[in-house]
């Protein structure tokens, strides 16, 4: 088979115009960046505001292994799949941070004959929309910074006098906003910044500080989870970056620079469109990670293409503990729109993986010997898909399994395992996936078992209502999602909380940062564990957004580079075409 | 009269295709990004290739004040009178940083009838070059921070058995490459990175390290000297970034970054085409500064432009002993194409600026009481245009003085300047140049006299060839140049120095980075200085962009934002449109 970047190339494409028109947009309403990428405008939901919405069809996965098993596959798979059935379809993905791209993971546009194209357009800047988060986001800490610097060196008084300005008496030892670069970047985890030589303050007030990778941002949260550019605005106003020497806390808009956040994002609103191999229209919005942030296309992208089209396919990262979670207790909390139907990617190198019987670590190399029969791990490994399908059921959502097949797999297990599910009390459609070699062809089974899951309205609940104090929230996801026996709270959350809850913040959602190998926080228990613990380690206030971001075991918000990392095999050929991206 | 965004808003554009088109390319070299810009491919280069090409027509200034004196405005106005007249013209500018944006300076696109529009576009992001400059800089820093912690934690030896990689011993006290972020930033001119908890190495190991602006990375000096795609491809492999504990020097092309680094940069070759007020078609293309860079729009942007137009105007960075003497060391030196003529912008606030009389300091408001009447100021300041008229005629360049009216001029001033300049002995043409309030027809005089001017063959010499040694390329921009007494190094240049020429890099040009409001390294001295001493505190090897900084004074690689920054009057009205960009 050819790789995923010969593919891309010889798959003739269509202009974006002609893609943009046949999703039924009008001409005004987007606005082509190149050949291949348009900018799409909000305008088209109002002009179709009276329409009924189409399904919004939720892509998610068992808890899967440190390769991912192929859930963007399997939604761009899906989407060309319903395609080939006639169906008007789009699909929603996030944009690919380029940290993960330049380190372990490659690109992320699907692959084989289910892939968004070009490939190397959607993995590298796209239209700049996380480069324009970025300077959003690193605005804010130059202002706090700048800030420090001039009221400290002036004195507060002569400051005010100076400027007009009220002091803010930012604390130093309380700045909350840290920098973000959008690259795996051990090195800047913790820093010290405004470091100067001896007995100087010309460079500001040292401090300590770190960068966490830009899909950690609370900024791709926000434009995540905004409806419109004025929501944006004032989330980004609302946003809490440091505290005052007296403890009271200090937004973007006490700094006067949210409205300069706004600017600098103010072309990221719009999403863009790009098209699938096959032609299927998809919207390329926001990226936060489903780990370190909620992970979840954006609310924005979803509302187009529910209102263009009569399926729109979107994914959560991860398994469902982790982004299908997030889009149904803090995505559809913001929101009208609700999941219809969920599908669950299953892989037999995934369950395999869930059975312990392999040892799999990020950074290595998956070993072959996962690919052979062994119908013992699969059975045991079999038990993590069955706690994703009940976990799904939790939020009312109808579910379809579909088992993502790799070139390796053998018919014999894939139908084994196929029929442990329909032999399943729970009520879960399954179907045989093969989007990676065969494109839509290979999906059309499944497209039928979404077409038919969706024909039921779904009943959907949440874990939690944001009026629950946020401890009873914590449990919701922890207990009542995960499983747990138990949370608890490090000293230093509880005092977090007692902060939050004291300034008025007990309405907002929680968004649980964990490791997404593992259903626990402990990325080497596999399967469907119980009677586990949850220890949130620290809490972190994310006001514009809208929730708590609650840190749980060893999960870094900045990726680090391993030893031989992905961007070494890539480079220019002699006609300056990109190489070694896959 | 109306403000410059006002102006831009009520002025109609044409489609950013019917520009493309009039201004000579064909269809397949050019690819809209939304409906004012477009990326313009090198492809015409090689159509045209037997044409004669235009004339470069440079703009530069007297010694300015620390707001400018309308470099950018002549440039575009001039354009603009030259179409008025019938010609064939296109201008070429650099993208502007979004630091000064967001700091003191404001947007960078002209100003009044003589902008670049739609300013905003120009301003903020443009189509992502200096993004993609950012993030290629930064991947090469994670790369050397991620290598030194691999090659520690495990070992040089159970690191090259595990990789199959050569350890690289990187001297974790000589790193040379910072990081760069497009703010700003104070804070971060001097930071600790790889700092970790007591007693670990999980986040690297601990150095010292800083920040520069984006503007001064070694990236954008190479984006602006490269020729073409291999060219930037090769030139990004000769970078030094660190010496290893043997003190040999360690390159991209050792971290095996450098082909990474050019396909995130790919895009950024080619020009982004945009149009002025009067729809003079306006290359924009990397943006290195004038006083820490070499401060000259890109040889590709004067390349394509000399092909399709009769005169390209562009511009160097602030006086003509900063971007004017650069465009004719470094940047003629690394191209063919060498200036036909030297526009040189005067204004009576900056001339009188330079009599000494008046106290400007950078952040703070221009005294209303330079703009009345002052003939001994101007008189006094006059010798700081004598200065840069015979710079300018060291090259062997024409020069045409515009003198660029500001509103509150008396014609009085101005005929008494203009009449000063025609009784010079030098060869120098003059005209007033009222591009702000009249755009174009405010720059008919002018036009004419650069038509005249680059009538004759220019009789084009630089200061230094490269064949010279590194100091005697110092002392030839130094006292050649500026008219300085004599040259010192620093202990610490003298030991670089030594180092440089150790390892093979004497045929480097040299690049001054100083104050651009002085013509020595003091920016407190105006006028036209004599018997002053240059003294080099630093040299930074760019063996990739083909130079060696010499820093001198005070200059700094990272500015600062001032303590009421310009960021806090941008917001988005309730029509998400930008308010307080000028």
């Known amino acids: 088979m050819l790789s995923d970047i010969d593919i891309c190339r010889t798959t003739s494409l269509s202009p974006i115009s002609e ?13 082509p960046q190149g050949f291949h990428k348009a900018k799409v405008s909000l305008n088209a939901v109002n002009r179709l505001k009276d329409n009924i919405d189409g399904k919004l069809v939720v892509v998610t996965a068992i808890t899967p292994t440190p390769l991912g098993e192929g859930k963007t596959v399997t939604t761009i798979g899906l989407s060309q799949g319903l395609k080939k059935l006639g169906q008007s379809v789009m699909a929603c993905i996030r944009q690919p ?33 996380i480069h324009a988060v970025t300077a959003a986001h690193n605005l804010a800490a130059a202002a706090i910074d700048a800030r420090i610097y001039h009221e400290q060196r002036q004195g507060y008084e002569a400051f005010e006098t100076r400027t007009g300005l009220k002091a803010l ?105 790009m098209q699938t191999l096959e032609g299927v229209p998809t919207l390329i919005h926001a990226g936060p990670f489903a780990n370190i942030a909620h992970g979840n296309s954006s609310i924005i992208a979803d509302s187009i293409a529910t209102k263009l089209s009569r399926y729109t396919i979107t994914e959560g990262g991860f398994g469902s503990d982790m982004g299908f979670e997030k889009a149904c207790n803090i995505k559809a909390s913001a929101t009208d729109k609700k999941p219809d139907c969920a ?38 490994g079999f038990e993590n898909l069955k706690w994703h399908i009940s976990n799904v059921a939790k939020y009312g959502v109808p579910a379809v399994v579909a088992i993502n097949r790799f070139p390796q797999d053998s018919d014999e297990e894939l139908n084994l395992l196929k029929s442990w599910i329909e032999a399943l009390e729970q009520d879960c459609r399954v179907a045989i996936s093969e989007g990676f070699a065969k494109g839509g062809e290979g999906t059309k089974e499944l497209a039928q078992q979404v077409i038919a899951a969706c024909e039921n309205e779904a009943n959907f609940k949440p874990l939690y209502t944001l009026d629950q104090p946020i401890e009873s ?38 968004c649980l940062a964990k490791t997404p190998l593992s259903i626990t926080t402990d990325g080497s228990i596999k399967g469907a564990p119980t009677d586990f613990d949850v220890v949130i380690r620290e809490l972190r206030l994310c006001a514009g957004a809208g929730f708590i971001y609650a840190l749980c075991g060893n999960v870094m918000t900045m990726p680090g580079l391993p030893d031989k990392p992905a961007f070494m095999s890539l480079d220019l050929d002699d006609e300056g075409n990109i190489i070694g991206l896959s």
């Not at 893609?19 to 606005?31: K, M, P």
């Not at 330049?102 to 194209?117: D, L, N, T």
């Not at 605005?233 to 200090?250: C, F, K, T």
């Not at 669950?344 to 690919?371: E, F, H, Q």
């Open 169 to 273: 008496k930012i604390d130093i030892k309380n700045v909350v906003w840290k920098r973000v670069v959008d690259h795996n970047d051990r090195a800047l985890r913790m820093v010290t910044v405004g470091r100067n030589e001896v007995n100087k303050t010309i460079n500001g007030y040292e401090r300590e500080d770190g960068f966490d990778i830009s899909a950690a941002s609370e900024l791709m949260a926000i434009l995540a989870l905004s409806k419109d550019l004025k929501d944006l605005r004032s989330r980004i106003g609302r946003i809490v970056v440091a505290y005052s020497l007296d403890g009271e806390p200090i937004t973007t808009e006490d700094l006067q620079v949210a409205g300069a956040m706004a600017v600098s994002m103010k072309e990221t609103i719009e999403p863009t469109l």
């Open 19 to 31: 893609i943009a028109q046949q999703s039924g947009l009008l001409d005004s309403e987007f606005h």
């Open 473 to 510: 929230k914590l449990m919701a996801v922890c207990e009542g999602g995960y499983g747990a026996a138990r949370v608890t709270l490090s000293y230093q959350a509880q005092k977090q909380l007692e902060l939050y809850e004291k300034h008025g913040f007990n309405h907002l959602a929680v």
């Open 97 to 129: 941070s380029m940290g993960p791209i330049f380190g372990v993971k490659g690109g992320a546009a699907g692959g084989g004959y289910s892939q968004v194209a070009p490939m190397e357009e959607l993995n590298l800047h796209l239209t700049g929309d």
């Open 343 to 380: 599908v669950i990617v299953a892989t037999l190198r995934g369950l395999k993986a869930n059975s312990g019987l392999y040892d799999l670590k990020p950074g290595m190399p998956i070993p072959d010997s996962i690919y052979g029969n062994d119908s013992n791990a699969l059975q045991a």
